[in-house]
Every structure is written in structure tokens, then in C-alpha cells.
């Protein structure tokens, strides 16, 4: 980020734009504080979205506060918003595509729609699992919304905002044209853009780590996830609290416990699938 370089695969544009402005336009602090002031407030922020969130959905104030400050302090997101990385960036992105769903399903209009898809397509050049995720928020949308979805010209709308964020993958071979001391893949090219935007360089990587029964490697993946799952709040009781908060919003709201659920199952997916997911 400090000399504009090019990050590994996919790119992480956005972050590389938002930190660079950071670290240069900022006056204080070193540069690593400057930096990962691009985690800090995304993640801030998050917990911000989660509260409005969970203020709509939840029937008592207090109980809302509560789930809002345990996703707060919660191992993960906390590690990950004081440090510079992207994932403060994509966990803000996730609940602000799920608290505008809940917009839309309070008041269907083409307004909330082309802003869903402006920050949908925002977070795919953020981070590689808004692909799933933003097809999951399309079919969540469609079915709220489907009048809108018979109207070319809100369609049409939603294609453009939804696309146009992606140019923003642009500054890759801008960057690299500089010979950066940090260039992954060298994107100079268009072929070589794509492959670094794909991910090929971590195909090819995760042939190599080919086992006998990669099932099984996958279920010890898994096993693994939910371990760390377990210590997200000191002790795995919490998960007690979790089952009974999700039976409760399940009677109450059966559509955002479900997305939430899928959404769930979605980055697990992609955490299992991650080439470069190690033990």
C-alpha cells in the first residue's frame, strides 16, 4: 500500500486505493497505524450496521445491544480490525448488503435496489467471496422485490452500478506498469490481469496440495473451523445463547435467518475451498 504496488491475488483494489490515501494524506502515526486505520473503521462500522440491523429484526433493545457488542469483541473481527488487512473491508460490505435486503423488504422501491447493487458490486473488488455471496444477495433480492425485477429500466440500472465499480481493477496494471517493489503477478497485460483477478496463480497452487481423499481433507477443514468457532468469545457456551437466539429470530424472521444461514454456509465454503487455507 505504501508504494502503490500490487498486491496478491485477486488484487483488492479498493483496499489498495483506500490504504495508499491513508498512509499519504494522513499526517500522523506511522505507517502501519495509517494503514490499518483501513481496518479499523470499516470494522467500526460493521458493528455500527449490525446494531441498526439487528434493532429492525429483534423485538427487545437490549437484547440487540448485546448480540451487536458480542459480534463486536468477537475473536475474529477483532483481529482482524487491528491489523492491516482487507477483512474489516468485507465484513462491513457483508452486513450492509444484508441490512439493505431488510430495507428493501420494508419498502420495495428502485432507489434501494440500485444501491444493494452499487455495494454489491463494490465488495467484489474487495475480496474474491463476494461472488457467492453477491449471487446469494441477487436471489434474495429477486425474490423480495420481484416488480421491480419486470422493469428493463431499473434492470438495466442495477447492471450499470452493479458492473461499473469493477473498473476500479484498472489500477492493477496502472500500478504495476510503475514497477512497483511489490508487483504479484506482474498484471500488466490483460491475460495477466485476469489470471491475477481469478486467482490462477492459486489454482495451480492448490493442485499441487492434491491429497489421497480430499474429502476428508475438506471434513478436517471443517472440523478445524468449528473449533475456532468455539473460542470466538473466550468459551464455547456462547453457542448455547446462539441456538436460542436463532430459534427466536427464526419464528420472527424466517427470510433473515435464513439468508444469514446460507450466508454462513457460504463463507465457510470459501474458507474450506481457499488454496491457501493451511494448518
Given at each position: 500500500?505504501?508504494?502503490?504496488?500490487?498486491?496478491?491475488?485477486?488484487?483488492?483494489?479498493?483496499?489498495?486505493?483506500?490504504?495508499?490515501?491513508?498512509?499519504?494524506?494522513?499526517?500522523?502515526?506511522?505507517?502501519?497505524?495509517?494503514?490499518?486505520?483501513?481496518?479499523?473503521?470499516?470494522?467500526?462500522?460493521?458493528?455500527?450496521?449490525?446494531?441498526?440491523?439487528?434493532?429492525?429484526?429483534?423485538?427487545?433493545?437490549?437484547?440487540?445491544?448485546?448480540?451487536?457488542?458480542?459480534?463486536?469483541?468477537?475473536?475474529?473481527?477483532?483481529?482482524?480490525?487491528?491489523?492491516?488487512?482487507?477483512?474489516?473491508?468485507?465484513?462491513?460490505?457483508?452486513?450492509?448488503?444484508?441490512?439493505?435486503?431488510?430495507?428493501?423488504?420494508?419498502?420495495?422501491?428502485?432507489?434501494?435496489?440500485?444501491?444493494?447493487?452499487?455495494?454489491?458490486?463494490?465488495?467484489?473488488?474487495?475480496?474474491?467471496?463476494?461472488?457467492?455471496?453477491?449471487?446469494?444477495?441477487?436471489?434474495?433480492?429477486?425474490?423480495?422485490?420481484?416488480?421491480?425485477?419486470?422493469?428493463?429500466?431499473?434492470?438495466?440500472?442495477?447492471?450499470?452500478?452493479?458492473?461499473?465499480?469493477?473498473?476500479?481493477?484498472?489500477?492493477?496494471?496502472?500500478?504495476?506498469?510503475?514497477?512497483?517493489?511489490?508487483?504479484w503477478g506482474h498484471p500488466k497485460t490483460l491475460?495477466?490481469?485476469?489470471?491475477?483477478?481469478?486467482?490462477?496463480?492459486?489454482?495451480?497452487?492448490?493442485?499441487?496440495?492434491?491429497?489421497?481423499d480430499p474429502l476428508a481433507h475438506r471434513a478436517?477443514?471443517?472440523?478445524?473451523?468449528?473449533?475456532?468457532?468455539?473460542?470466538?468469545?473466550?468459551?464455547?457456551?456462547?453457542?448455547?445463547?446462539?441456538?436460542?437466539?436463532?430459534?427466536?429470530?427464526?419464528?420472527?424472521?424466517?427470510?433473515?435467518?435464513?439468508?444469514?444461514?446460507?450466508?454462513?454456509?457460504?463463507?465457510?465454503?470459501?474458507?474450506?475451498?481457499?488454496?491457501?487455507?493451511?494448518?
Amino acid at each position: 500500500a505504501h508504494t502503490f504496488g500490487v498486491p496478491h491475488p485477486p488484487g483488492y483494489p479498493l483496499w489498495l486505493i483506500l490504504a495508499w490515501a491513508a498512509d499519504h494524506l494522513l499526517t500522523f502515526g506511522t505507517v502501519a497505524l495509517r494503514v490499518t486505520l483501513v481496518s479499523l473503521i470499516p470494522s467500526a462500522l460493521a458493528n455500527v450496521v449490525v446494531l441498526a440491523l439487528l434493532l429492525k429484526s429483534m423485538r427487545g433493545r437490549l437484547a440487540a445491544c448485546v448480540g451487536a457488542a458480542l459480534f463486536a469483541v468477537s475473536l475474529t473481527h477483532w483481529t482482524q480490525a487491528v491489523i492491516p488487512e482487507v477483512y474489516g473491508l468485507n465484513t462491513l460490505f457483508i452486513v450492509l448488503q444484508v441490512l439493505l435486503l431488510v430495507l428493501l423488504a420494508e419498502a420495495p422501491s428502485a432507489q434501494r435496489l440500485l444501491l444493494l447493487a452499487f455495494v454489491t458490486g463494490l465488495s467484489a473488488t474487495n475480496h474474491t467471496s463476494a461472488a457467492p455471496v453477491g449471487l446469494l444477495v441477487l436471489v434474495a433480492a429477486v425474490i423480495i422485490a420481484p416488480a421491480l425485477f419486470r422493469r428493463s429500466a431499473v434492470v438495466m440500472g442495477c447492471l450499470v452500478v452493479g458492473v461499473a465499480p469493477l473498473l476500479l481493477y484498472a489500477v492493477l496494471p496502472l500500478a504495476s506498469a510503475r514497477n512497483p517493489y511489490v508487483d504479484w503477478g506482474h498484471p500488466k497485460t490483460l491475460s495477466a490481469l485476469v489470471d491475477h483477478v481469478t486467482r490462477a496463480q492459486y489454482t495451480s497452487l492448490e493442485s499441487e496440495r492434491q491429497v489421497d481423499d480430499p474429502l476428508a481433507h475438506r471434513a478436517r477443514r471443517l472440523l478445524i473451523l468449528a473449533q475456532w468457532g468455539t473460542k470466538q468469545f473466550g468459551s464455547g457456551w456462547t453457542w448455547i445463547v446462539a441456538a436460542l437466539g436463532f430459534v427466536a429470530l427464526l419464528r420472527r424472521q424466517t427470510g433473515l435467518t435464513l439468508l444469514l444461514f446460507l450466508l454462513a454456509w457460504l463463507s465457510t465454503i470459501v474458507v474450506i475451498r481457499y488454496a491457501t487455507f493451511s494448518f
